[in-house]
């Protein structure tokens, strides 16, 4: 039952909510070691059994976590305009994000992956819809002749988003709009068509 978008019922719908509030309070507080079935049944009040009927295993709660706490909030760049502005503008929104809470939830819970499988479960089942759009526009001007033909895309995203994340995760700076268009002129410029 995973996801309240599954959910229908209001009193359900109140209750699941119960329990994500109380499970990001612990995130918060303690970090995704501390969000378990037992302390979001304690701290929600609700009994243990539906905290597991809404989340079959803790790696169900943190990516619900991941879904709300960490909504990157990334929309499509306009249409119409150069490559390089469009990624540029992707990549300022996505820095926006991570320069907020998003970004210390993510980065608390990748932190963590090495050391706790459920945590790494949430995040792999995270990349299913992780940052498709950047690949999207990066595809779209290959095919349109933007970009060198040859050019690897899943490379070049990963030299795009690394450095956010780089930002952030190890440096825990802020990532500015100045850092951004650095690394896209430094980064996707020699990729560009002429």
């Known amino acids: 039952m995973s996801g309240p978008e599954l959910i229908t019922n209001p009193q359900v719908q109140r209750t ?3 329990m994500l509030d109380a499970a990001r309070e612990l995130l918060s507080e303690n970090g995704p070691g501390a969000v378990t079935h037992l302390r979001v049944s304690e ?3 609700v009994a243990r059994a539906t905290v597991y009927r809404h989340w079959p295993d803790r790696a169900d709660i943190l990516l619900d976590l991941l879904r709300g706490g960490a909504d990157l909030h990334l929309t499509p760049p306009p249409e119409g305009i150069p490559l390089a502005d469009r990624v540029t503008i992707l990549l300022r929104t996505l820095a926006t994000s991570l320069n907020g809470d998003s970004g210390r939830i993510l ?3 990748i932190g963590l992956a090495e050391w ?3 945590v ?3 995040l792999e089942r995270m990349r299913a819809f992780g940052p498709t759009l ?4 990066l ?3 290959r095919d349109d002749g933007s970009l060198v033909a040859r050019t690897n895309i899943d490379l070049l995203m990963d030299v795009l988003i690394g450095p956010l ?3 952030r995760l190890l440096h825990h700076a802020e990532i500015t709009n100045a850092y951004v268009d650095d690394l896209v002129a430094t980064t996707l410029g020699p990729c560009l068509a002429e």
Do not use: C
């Open 120 to 122: 790494f479960a949430a």
């Open 43 to 45: 701290m929600s009040g």
């Open 139 to 141: 595809a779209a001007g």
């Open 107 to 109: 980065t608390a819970m």
């Open 134 to 137: 950047l690949r999207d526009i």
């Open 16 to 18: 699941h909510q119960l």
């Open 116 to 118: 706790d499988e459920d």
């Open 165 to 167: 994340f780089l930002q």
